[in-house]
């Protein structure tokens, strides 16, 4: 079996620039692997090596990699409130034992019996926080696999590069919207509409049709809400700590039906919702189900 050694240079947005290398090795998603280099500038790296692995193992490896460090950012922001994010990017493999800084690369262990080393790009950071600190919490973080949690996670991360707050506003309550899932209505609202739809069938009235189709579920706004109500109750928040979150939820979504249709609004509450799409990523990470067989809300 082919073995290579994994180099993976973590991009690390929001991290103050200050790292150096310790080269000492560490345990990382069942592996030893060795802080190699850091190359600071605009976009600041800490290298990690992986020990000599299958490809197979190399590729399970980077999946874990990205799955995880979407979520790594909700719990490490840096002082200017960026968060924190990695980029895990495909790998190349190298056909000598010389090989880029900034590229993921797959080293073949035939090619380096030792452990190699990258060409260095940028300068080293003087000031000293270990690589431990960023890479550790990482061992925790969940490992999710809904795509629909997945690609929150992506969205998430992109508005992270949003500069203007209310772009950012915007794609937060997207994130929120594309997890709500559409409520329908009890049953006996459904089978009362359905009677009704035999009659608009009869005067072939396709507009009408459509429409008694479409209240068969809760508006989104409501879904969006029931969708934050049954985040709080997965955590453990009380039923008035819930309804509160709920009631938080509708004035966003007022706010950003506001700022969509009429490009401006009066209180832009950008806190309260940089808050509620974390609060909620972080609940589904922890309770994915959250997002399954929404329930009605108790109101509008």
Known sequence: MDLFWLYVPLELDGFPPRFIS???????????????????????????MFEPLS??????????LRVRTLSYGLENIDVAGKAVN??????IRATE???????????????????????LGGLIGSNTLSPEYVLNPLNSEPVNTDIRLLSAFELWKVAQREILQRSK?????????????????????????????????????????????NLKHHSRKSS??????????????????????AKTM????????????????????????????KFLLKAASEHPSLLDEPQPSSEE
């Open 250 to 277: 509708s004035q966003l979504y007022d706010a950003r039906s506001a700022l969509t249709h009429h490009g401006t609004v009066a209180n832009l509450d950008f806190k309260a919702c940089s808050h509620m799409v």
């Open 22 to 48: 310790s080269g000492a090795p560490l345990h990382l998603l069942g592996h030893t692997v060795y802080p190699t280099t850091v190359s600071l500038g605009t976009n600041h790296q800490l290298g990690i």
């Open 55 to 64: 490809e197979a193992q190399a590729t399970e490896v980077l999946e874990k």
């Open 86 to 91: 990695f980029t895990i990017a495909k790998p």
């Open 169 to 213: 506003f915007l794609t937060f309550i997207a994130i929120i919207d594309s997890l709500a899932g559409q409520t329908k209505r009890p049953q006996e609202i459904l089978n009362w509409l359905d009677s009704h739809k035999l009659d608009a069938a009869r005067f072939k009235d396709q507009a009408l049709l459509s429409g008694l189709e």
């Open 224 to 245: 969006v809400r029931t969708l934050i109500e049954r985040a709080a109750t997965f955590r453990g928040l009380s039923s008035d700590e819930a309804k509160h979150m």
């Open 97 to 119: 034992r010389v090989f880029q800084a900034d590229v993921t690369t797959l080293i073949p262990v035939e090619i380096s019996k030792e452990r190699p080393s990258p060409i």
